[in-house]
Each structure stands twice: as C-alpha cells, then as structure tokens.
C-alpha cells in the first residue's frame, strides 16, 4: 500500500498557480510612449515614472530593473500609484529609430547626464520627485519616490483652493521636491512666487537671483573670448547673492578650467573650484570636505588638466 501525503500533494498542485500570481506581479507593464503615458495619468489621475536608461549597456540600471523595478512588492505598489514609462537609449542597432529619437529628447528635455534615473512626472510633464543613480533597497526607492506622489496629490489640490490656503499647499509640494529638479520648475516656481507676497519661501528672491545668473550665463556664452566671458561672471560676482553664488562660481570655474596653460592657471581653477563647493549651500560640511577631497585629486596632476583642455574643452579663443 502506498502512502500518499495529501498536503504535499495539494501544494504541488498549487505550485503553478502561486508561481503564475508571482509571474504576474513581476511583469508590470512599461509603455514607452510619452504623450500616451501622460494622457493616462491625466485620465486615470495617477503620477508617471519614467525610467531612463540604458538597458544593454548599463550595469547598474540592469541591477534596478532586477533588484528594485521587477521585485515583487515594488512592482505590485509602482503598478498601483504610476504610468510606468521606460525611456531606453541602448546600443542595439536594432532598437527603432522613432523610439530612439523621441527617448534622446526627452533625456534633453529632463536634463539626464546619468543613468539610471527614475522621474516622478506629472500629467503635463512636470518633474516632480526623482532617484539619480543606483540605490539596491526597493523600500528606500519607494520612500523617495512618494515624495513625488505627494507634492502632485497637493498641486492638485492647490488647484481648487484660494489665498492663504492654496500658497500653504504649494509650498508645501515645492519642499518636496529635489533640488536636482528645481531648474526644471521655473514656471512652478514664478507661480508660487507671484501669490507668496511676502516672499515667505523665498522663491522670489531666488528667481530673480536665476534670472540674473541667466542673463549673465548668455553673455558669457556669447562672448568672443573666454577673457571677455571671465571678466562678465567677475562682473556678476560683485553683486551676487547667495542664492546665485554658487551657480556663477561654477561658470567661472568651467570658463578657467578650458583655458588652463600653465600649472599655475590650473592651481587657480582649482581655488575656484573649492569656492564653489562652500557656496553649495544644500551641502552639509561633511560633504563639501569630500568633495574638496576628490577636486584635490583631480588635480594632482596639473598637466593632465592642460592636457584635456586642449583637447576636449577648447571652443573658442581664450584671448
């Protein structure tokens, strides 16, 4: 006579279903169109995370799409809160050229300079939250994109409210939004700042400091020589602000660090640079010593930093 153990027998039989469920929640979908995800958003009044990446090519955004995207409990809550939107510039020849064309502007449009990148949009496109680099903990990952969720939910309802009470919820979406992101949301920004009269946040004042930086940026960029734009930002410098400081010591340093000819040109640059990193005034001192720390090692070498100059950075006559 044989035994049989019928527990272990129901389970094997329901093995695939169990196994079936997983596949399911694994496999969120991600479309790959633009204008289509936002119109989603807008009708189904969700959020869209856009995913930009090289899927082919870059290691870690493989290890995100692995470890974080696809895992089981990630994907079943991104499934829930977001139109899923993946923006792909890999190496394969064969990936569509259409595709391809319209996920290179949107890396413009965004300002991508690395992957992976997740962006929290909302329904017109707005960045509003965001993951820059690799993180392997899905639990951190959904901590930081929630921000995201929560400053769209109180621009929405911003949106139905009056005086006091529609400036407090928008001030409340803007401090959660990532710094990274605020060049993104000028309009956002002017917007808050025309009802904050009393310049509460302090976004008026920083968007006048911006338009300040971007008139003087275009003169520089439109200059004849780099001498000519370096005596522009020193202009600029005089009358800086805090709120600016940091973004015209950052232009002085590129503009010195393209024209370098001699070791001491370098040395130079690289004061600058330091500068730059104690006007950051979002980093904690502990940061900006590490950061000191690697410039430092940047130019250990200062004929390496001649050398690039020549080749890479030259566009136009230093003199």
Known sequence: MVSVNITKMKNLFLMPAVVLMSAAVHAAEWGTNYEAALSQARAEGKVVLANFT???????????????LDEMNFAAWAGEHFVLLEVDVPNNPQFSREQLAQNQMLCTKYAIDGFPTLLVLDSVGRPLGGLFGYVADPAAVRQVLEKGVRANTLLMAADSLEGEARLEAMLQAWAL????????????????????????????????????????KHAADVAPTDAVALDIVNAALFEA????????????????????????????????????????LRLSPKVKESRKKQLRGVFANPQTSINRSRIIHRKRPIR
Request: with cysteine; net charge negative.
């Open 241 to 280: 602000v805090p709120q600016n400081k940091r973004q015209l010591l950052e232009l002085k340093y590129k503009l010195m660090i393209c024209s370098v000819e001699t070791p001491e040109d370098v040395y130079a640059a690289a004061e600058i640079g330091y500068q730059m990193i104690d006007a950051d």
């Open 177 to 216: 939004i990532p710094e990274d992101l605020y060049e993104l949301n000028l309009g956002l920004q002017a917007e808050i700042a025309a009802i904050d009269k009393q310049d509460r946040s302090g976004l008026k004042a920083a968007a006048d400091a911006e338009s300040r930086f971007q008139a003087c």
């Open 54 to 68: 090289g899927s082919d090519w870059c290691g870690y955004c493989m290890q995100l799409r692995k470890n974080v």
